[in-house]
């Protein structure tokens, strides 16, 4: 049943014209911060290659390509995920899939599932433009591996969040702009978290931004993942008591 909800989720995203208009501006804004950030890697390349050491094509284009791609990922989340259950309170069609015979947990995992598909293919057509340096290029495999990982993880997170979000409301537009204020937070949180002052450290551990820095960098630390597990978890049980809520005879 999950599956079936899933495909649902996912059928309905690509059947909404601004599901489209975000695949293409997405490509289109990170195909020119590619195609800038290559052509700065071909001016410095004569003077790199005398240096021992010196950062490659991974640093200097998939790392600063991938940190963009997360800031605009950030921007674009809150709009796929502001219609997934509030879109249906609105047109009283929630009531009809709380109805149905399958629980709460499945109801939101398949939705999850389903937003989560779409940001993979996001996913997938944002990599393609590093992968193509293969052609003619080394890359570091580990590095490459790292970032993909983080953005994965990242989604996974925005998603989460977004679907929470959702819950709460039956305007997609007030769903949208209180999961970008609830990221935005989370992602700046860092800025108070480097201080130094009582309880920076916590700040800086509740860090999106600090999480996804290090696998970026190509440094897998558990820590980092079990972060970004734990925030997926947490959303979706809190999505699950809030829509049980709706269930529930008053």
Known sequence: M???????????????PMAWSILAVVQLIMAYLFLAQLDTYMQLAPRLAGIAGAPGVTDLVVAPVFGNAAVILLLIAPLITMRVLSEERRARTLSLLLSAPVSMTE?????????????????VMLVLM?????????????????????????LGA?????????SLTEQPTVAAVSSFGLLLLLWIVDWAGSSGTEGSGVLAYLSMLRHFESLLKGVFDS???AYYGLFIFTFLVLTIQRMDRDRLPH
């Open 2 to 16: 999950i599956g079936t909800i899933a495909a649902r989720e996912f059928k309905a995203l690509f059947l909404s």
């Open 107 to 123: 109801i939101v995992i398949g939705k999850y599932l389903g937003v989560l598909a779409f940001f993979l293919v996001l996913l």
């Open 130 to 154: 590093p992968l193509a340096l293969l052609v003619g290029a080394d890359l570091d495999l580990g590095k490459l591996a790292g970032g993909l990982l983080g953005l994965s993880l990242l």
């Open 158 to 166: 925005f998603a989460a969040a977004g679907l929470f979000m959702s």
């Open 223 to 225: 820590a980092d993942v």
